[in-house]
């Protein structure tokens, strides 16, 4: 896939026109120091899968919609919730309030209304339809919803265009390589490397392993601002120092040993062929492609949950931080 065109245009947020009180002043916002600068609005595609399915993973991706909306807004952004419907005008939405419904009925969400959004994070869920990339359905699919995936191909496509940061988590991780022309496995043969808890449950919902993340890249970054990584937890000790290491050979010009931190691992499926235009920055002891990026603009998705409950707060907010941050600097 091809670099899209930017979007330049900007629309205003229901705040704004419901409440000029609550409408941020720019003269202010200038004069402020970054921290005290507009939240960033990060756009977030609904889950449409009920709770209810008797497929454990489901309500588990529903739960882990409503930590991905809390880590966000917990770091300085506002989640925006995106609907088929709020899709109408551009990219627009109403705030979410974190629920662990997916996003679908949220009693506190404010009428959609046309919102000029920062960036976009595309979360977990079910599988990407094959025939999106040109295969055949196989017989391990599940949670295979042929609206959902209207709706975040749609909204990545509209982020892309608007040239927006956006983050893939998991399905999001997958669905972006779709988008750009790649392929996915669609059911992981057991090797050496555990990346899902067979048989799936609710109450043992990851698997922890390494991966090796590339020096300088956008997710390095990311875990290069968990402040923390050995105060507990399942995360590697000395992620912070490898992510410390590699910054500074970079800026010199030199080799470091690459950044190796353990993950919250819970997937069946994986990127196959990876597409034209990104670049894998980050694998598993298996070779397994563990994440991704655009090198031409902030796109960045990893194969692992970095909002998992497991890990400590600091190791959850890090990589949330640094992508709500570059939805800030757009």
């Given at each position: 896939m091809q670099n899209s065109p930017r979007n330049s245009g900007t629309v205003q947020t229901p705040d704004a026109a419901q409440n000029p009180d609550t409408a941020p002043d720019a003269d202010a916002a200038q004069s402020a120091g970054p921290r005290q600068e507009r939240r960033p609005r990060i756009g977030i595609p609904v889950r449409f899968s009920s709770s209810a399915d008797p497929d454990p993973r489901v309500a588990k991706a529903n739960n882990l919609f409503g930590c991905i909306v809390s880590l966000i807004r917990d770091v300085g952004g506002e989640p925006v919730l995106l609907t088929a419907e709020s899709l109408e005008g551009g990219?627009?939405?109403?705030?979410?309030?974190?629920?662990?419904?997916?996003?679908?009925?949220?009693?506190?969400?404010?009428?959609?209304?046309?919102?000029?959004?920062?960036?976009?994070?595309?979360?977990?869920?079910?599988?990407?339809?094959?025939?999106?990339?040109?295969?055949?359905?196989?017989?391990?699919?599940?949670?295979?919803?042929?609206?959902?995936?209207?709706?975040?191909?749609?909204?990545?496509?509209?982020?892309?265009?608007?040239?927006?940061?956006?983050?893939?988590?998991?399905?999001?991780?997958?669905?972006?390589?779709?988008?750009?022309?790649?392929?996915?496995?669609?059911?992981?043969?057991?090797?050496?490397?555990?990346?899902?808890?067979?048989?799936?449950?609710?109450?043992?919902?990851?698997?922890?392993?390494?991966?090796?993340?590339?020096?300088?890249?956008?997710?390095?970054?990311?875990?290069?601002a968990a402040e923390n990584p050995e105060a507990g937890g399942p995360a590697s000790t000395g992620a912070g120092a490898a992510a410390d290491d590699a910054a500074a050979s970079d800026t010199a010009g030199g080799d470091a040993r690459a950044m190796e931190v353990k993950i919250a691992s819970g997937h069946h499926q994986a990127v196959d062929r990876v597409a034209p235009g990104l670049l894998v920055t980050a694998v598993a002891d298996d070779g397994t492609v563990e994440a991704l990026e655009d090198p031409e603009r902030w796109v960045a998705s990893v194969q692992w949950h970095p909002e998992a409950m497991e890990l400590t707060e600091e190791q959850r907010l890090g990589p949330f931080r640094v992508f709500v941050e570059a939805c800030r600097a757009r």
């Amino acid at each position: 896939m091809q670099n899209s065109p930017r979007n330049s245009g900007t629309v205003q947020t229901p705040d704004a026109a419901q409440n000029p009180d609550t409408a941020p002043d720019a003269d202010a916002a200038q004069s402020a120091g970054p921290r005290q600068e507009r939240r960033p609005r990060i756009g977030i595609p609904v889950r449409f899968s009920s709770s209810a399915d008797p497929d454990p993973r489901v309500a588990k991706a529903n739960n882990l919609f409503g930590c991905i909306v809390s880590l966000i807004r917990d770091v300085g952004g506002e989640p925006v919730l995106l609907t088929a419907e709020s899709l109408e005008g551009g990219l627009s939405g109403a705030p979410n309030s974190g629920k662990g419904d997916g996003g679908t009925s949220d009693g506190d969400k404010a009428p959609d209304a046309p919102e000029a959004l920062d960036g976009v994070v595309l979360p977990g869920g079910g599988d990407v339809d094959p025939r999106l990339y040109g295969e055949a359905p196989g017989p391990t699919l599940y949670d295979v919803n042929a609206e959902q995936d209207r709706l975040d191909i749609a909204v990545a496509r509209r982020a892309l265009d608007a040239g927006m940061p956006v983050l893939g988590i998991c399905r999001g991780h997958q669905l972006l390589n779709v988008l750009y022309g790649g392929t996915l496995v669609q059911d992981m043969t057991p090797g050496t490397v555990p990346h899902r808890q067979i048989p799936a449950a609710a109450n043992r919902p990851w698997v922890w392993h390494e991966v090796t993340i590339t020096r300088g890249s956008k997710v390095a970054k990311m875990y290069a601002a968990a402040e923390n990584p050995e105060a507990g937890g399942p995360a590697s000790t000395g992620a912070g120092a490898a992510a410390d290491d590699a910054a500074a050979s970079d800026t010199a010009g030199g080799d470091a040993r690459a950044m190796e931190v353990k993950i919250a691992s819970g997937h069946h499926q994986a990127v196959d062929r990876v597409a034209p235009g990104l670049l894998v920055t980050a694998v598993a002891d298996d070779g397994t492609v563990e994440a991704l990026e655009d090198p031409e603009r902030w796109v960045a998705s990893v194969q692992w949950h970095p909002e998992a409950m497991e890990l400590t707060e600091e190791q959850r907010l890090g990589p949330f931080r640094v992508f709500v941050e570059a939805c800030r600097a757009r």
